[in-house]
């Protein structure tokens, strides 16, 4: 089966996405999420790409121009944000935790710019890859809140908009085949702090388990798709406003507002 019927299955089966809705798409530079942009318009979804420059020297400005590329081919609306116009740092001024604040940054930023730009949903490139190796490590080290999170479709809840993974059942070598084929304009860069992530260690263990057996991760996403429900929570957790930036926070003060501490903010 072709890939974007695939896709199509999948938006179908999770109920993913409605051609009324506004879509505003992620997009990194990379593979995932360009073929994500490229496969939504033509499906004739309405669309509209987000990205944004995080200061990472070569990386970033390559990522921009593929970027650029991407818009021009697909003719729709490009919305670039700055971090450093907005925190006045790059994630390379960091001294540490690049990783983990950048992750947080990008998800703060794609879903306030879609809060207050009027979208409905926002789509992101992450792939079946992706989310096993995040699902694993969420396994290793017993992160009981996660646990429950790794769909492919999470709701809106107040100011957080609907996020949709429409990547969520295909492979990574998949995506690239298509994207090659299709001439897709994306770049391989790789940031320079991606090394420290130790879901990439994960993502090559779970490719060597895959010559072994071809379908281990597909088994073990559905296989946690079918069980997830061992992992709900009990408690009715509450959603709290965040006192400084007014965004919907797991705690008083939203993880962005913390890691930056920005006192006025700016687009
Ligand atoms: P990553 O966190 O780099 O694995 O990327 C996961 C997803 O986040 C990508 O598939 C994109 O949809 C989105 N993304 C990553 N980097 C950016 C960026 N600089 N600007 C906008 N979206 C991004
Ligand atoms: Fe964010 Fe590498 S892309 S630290
Ligand atoms: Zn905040």
Redesign the pocket.
């Known amino acids: 089966m072709k890939l974007e019927e695939k896709v199509k299955k999948s938006i179908e089966k999770y109920k993913m996405l409605n051609k009324d809705e506004k879509i505003l798409v ?3 530079g ?1 593979k ?2 360009h073929t994500a942009a490229w496969i939504l318009k033509k499906l004739d979804y309405n669309i509209e790409l ?3 420059n ?1 200061g990472i020297s070569k990386f970033s400005e390559i ?1 921009l121009k593929k970027v650029k590329e991407l818009a021009e081919i697909l003719n729709v609306p490009l919305n670039i944000v700055n971090l450093k116009d907005i925190t006045g740092k790059t994630i390379e001024d960091l001294r540490k935790k690049h990783c983990s604040i950048c ?1 947080i940054t ?1 998800r703060y930023l ?1 879903n306030r710019f879609g809060y207050e730009n009027g979208f409905d949903v926002i789509v ?3 792939n079946l890859d ?1 989310e096993v190796s995040f699902l694993l490590n969420n396994l290793l080290n017993w992160s009981i809140r996660y646990l429950p999170k790794h769909l492919p479709v999470l709701p809106s809840h107040d100011k957080f908009l609907k996020k949709v993974k429409i990547f969520y059942e295909i492979e990574e070598e998949e995506i690239l085949e298509y994207a090659e084929k299709e001439g897709i304009p994306f770049t391989t860069a790789k940031c320079k702090f991606q090394k420290d992530a130790i879901t990439v260690e994960h993502r090559k263990y779970l490719n060597k388990l895959k010559e072994y057996n071809k379908n281990i991760k597909k088994q073990f996403l559905y296989g946690y798709l079918k069980y997830r429900h061992i992992f709900e929570l009990e408690e009715d957790f509450q959603f709290k406003e965040c006192k400084i930036c007014g965004m919907t926070s797991a705690g008083n003060i939203c993880s962005f507002c913390r890691v930056w501490k920005i006192k006025e903010f700016k687009w």
Request: charged share 15%; hydrophobic share 30%; no cysteine.
């Open positions: 992620s997009v990194s990379g995932d999420s987000f990205h944004i995080l990522s992750g990008k794609m992101t490139g992450h992706d």
